[in-house]
C-alpha cells in the first residue's frame, strides 16, 4: 500500500493537539463526547479535505480524520462518495 503525500500535516489543526483525542474506543457514552471535540478541531481545520483523503486513500480503519469517523468513512466508501472525495474517479 503506497501512502500519499502528507506535506499538508505541518497545517492541520490537530497538531497541538494530544493525539488520542482522535481515536475513541466507542461512538457512544463518554466516546460520543470525544468524537464530538475530535470533530470540533476537524471543523477548523484547513487541511480537512487533504486529511480525508487520506484516511480514504490508505485505507484507515481506526480514528477520526477529516471530520470523520470510521463508520462515516465506511459509508463513503460504500455509496462511491469516498472515491469522489479522494480524488477518485467514481466506478
Excluded at 18 to 39: C, H, N, T, W
Excluded at 52 to 61: I, Q, T, V, W
Aim: with cysteine.
Amino acid at each position: 500500500m503506497e501512502l500519499t503525500t502528507t506535506s499538508w500535516l505541518a497545517r492541520a489543526a490537530c497538531q497541538d493537539e494530544d493525539p488520542e483525542l482522535f481515536f475513541p474506543i466507542s461512538d457512544v457514552g463518554p466516546g460520543a463526547r470525544q468524537v464530538a471535540q475530535a470533530k470540533a478541531v476537524c471543523a477548523r481545520c484547513p487541511v480537512r479535505q487533504e486529511c480525508l483523503s487520506y484516511a480514504l486513500d490508505n485505507g484507515l480503519a481506526n480514528g477520526i480524520f477529516g471530520g470523520t469517523t470510521e463508520l462515516e468513512r465506511r459509508k463513503l466508501v460504500r455509496t462511491g462518495t469516498g472515491e469522489r472525495t479522494a480524488g477518485h474517479r467514481a466506478a
